[in-house]
């Protein structure tokens, strides 16, 4: 299948062999199920379906690189050096984008956007966030308490599913006494009034 617009220099065969090659089996099937499920939230809500599979797939290409790599980009690009202070968890999608940029040669800033907000979300996101970062939380892999209401409260509506989320995320990572990115925060201050 070739993309129809013109927002990547591959066709789809071309783009699951690239994400496919730098991730684990495990890994590169949930990318799979979140391009199916980001094409269905797509149609669900009137959004350019193709953009959104292509974010999809690609939200966690950069997801099995070494620390060692992201700190030499996060340094290299002089990007916040807050960043420093966590991990992987937080860097595969703010940091990640860069990987998508100088590998693949994609620049389209809305597709890098959806991969940089996936994890922490933002105070402002896009259609196109909102679904990549719904997609990624509710693909038919997932399995943790809460997942089925998630799924019906996104379907029903998207912006509440993306408050949901953010939400469930604060409260686990609380309860697990996680450290809480700053980004983490804003996203949910800023959600909350806009639901
Ligand atoms: P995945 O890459 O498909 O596993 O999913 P995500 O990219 O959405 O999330 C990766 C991990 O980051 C999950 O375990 C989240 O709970 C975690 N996470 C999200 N926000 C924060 C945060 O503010 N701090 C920390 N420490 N972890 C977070
Ligand atoms: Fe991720
Ligand atoms: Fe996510
Ligand atoms: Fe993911």
Redesign the pocket.
């Known amino acids: 299948i070739k993309y129809e617009e013109n927002l990547i220099p591959y066709t789809r065969e071309q783009l699951v062999g690239k994400v496919q090659e730098k991730l684990d089996d495990k890994r590169f099937q ?1 990318c799979l199920r979140v391009e199916q499920q980001a094409i269905e939230l797509a149609k669900e809500n009137d959004y350019d379906v193709e953009k959104a599979a292509i974010a999809g797939l690609l939200h ?1 290409y950069a ?1 099995q690189r070494s620390d060692h790599d992201f700190i030499k980009v996060i340094n290299d690009k002089q990007m916040n050096p807050v960043l420093l202070d ?2 992987n ?2 860097w ?2 703010v940091v990640g984008a860069e990987f998508i940029k100088d590998e693949l040669q994609i620049f389209d800033e809305e597709i890098l956007n959806a991969v940089r907000r ?3 979300g933002a105070p402002y996101m896009t259609q196109l966030d909102q679904i990549v970062y719904m997609a ?2 509710i693909e038919p892999g997932r399995d943790f308490p809460g997942v089925d209401e998630a799924r019906q409260i996104t379907h029903e509506n998207l912006k509440k599913g993306v408050f949901f989320q953010t939400q469930q ?1 604060l409260k ?2 609380v309860e697990t006494a ?4 700053p ?2 925060i804003t996203t949910y201050n800023a959600w909350q009034s806009a639901i």
Not at 178 to 181: A, C, H, N, R, T
């Open positions: 949930h966690d997801k966590y991990g968890a937080i595969h999608g996936h994890t922490v990624d939380y995320t686990h990572l996680k450290p809480i990115y980004g983490t």
